[in-house]
């Protein structure tokens, strides 16, 4: 069964910080990988994506996979309390169905002001 | 401007009682899916279509059903809803190809069960 792992927290950082989230994953043969923001009560929506072994930079967040430890992070710097939700890491199964998205639980960041 | 559109954004239904959950999009999509999230949970797939196609989750119960009478609508019914069905409903779209194909999702339909 595919699985995709992230520490639930909640992960709280002072207003400014460097917030870490991380999430590891099961399918070796996933292709690509997503972040989400879920605030409280409302649908996920997406921050970025990656495919690429490295690091992706976009603003304040910047992505970082590791396939070969099929681990996968997401950065966000100078956190702001707007930053306060749920993180959601979604990866892309491979094979039959390779459009399918699999959730891991989010991990809750709380940016304290 | 929204691209998926849920009705109605929050359903109260009785115990037993049939109630369906409607979906929308513009983004002409070829893929609809329905997930169930419930508190502190991974949203999780129930079943989704690919054009007409319809791929049902082997772990979906059978009182969730689901229809798509075109590319632009999508329905999940739940037949008799019980109190364990009560979460957020996700609708999502995507398309079919691409590695950085996204899942645009809608605002969310709130079930309550009482």
């Known amino acids: 069964q595919k699985e995709v792992e992230q520490n639930s927290g909640p992960l709280s950082v002072p207003e400014g910080a460097i917030a870490s989230l991380n999430c590891t994953y099961s399918d070796r043969g996933s292709q690509s990988f997503f972040w989400y923001r879920q605030y409280s009560g409302k649908s996920p929506e997406l921050i970025m994506f990656?495919?690429?072994?490295g690091d992706k930079e976009d603003g304040r967040f910047t992505a970082q996979l590791n396939k070969a430890s099929q681990y996968v992070s997401l950065l966000i710097r100078d956190s702001q309390p707007s930053d306060s939700a749920t993180y959601l890491c979604a990866v892309r199964n491979s094979g039959a169905g390779s459009y399918q998205l699999t959730f891991g639980k989010g991990t809750k960041l709380s940016v304290i002001p | 401007d929204a691209m998926v559109i849920q009705n109605p954004r929050y359903q109260v239904t009785q115990f037993g009682k049939p109630v369906t959950l409607s979906c929308s999009q513009t983004l002409n999509h070829n893929v609809m899916y329905w997930y169930q999230q419930k508190s502190s949970q991974a949203p999780k797939l129930l079943f989704h279509y690919y054009d007409k196609d319809f791929n049902n989750e082997a772990d979906t119960p059978d009182n969730f059903q689901s229809r798509r009478p075109n590319t632009s609508f999508c329905f999940l019914d739940i037949r008799s809803p019980g109190l364990g069905d009560a979460a957020m409903y996700l609708c999502?779209?995507?398309?079919?190809?691409?590695?950085?194909?996204?899942?645009?999702f809608g605002q969310g339909t709130r079930l309550t069960v009482v």
């Open positions: 990656i495919y690429s072994n």
């Open positions: 999502a779209t995507s398309r079919r190809m691409g590695i950085s194909t996204e899942a645009f």
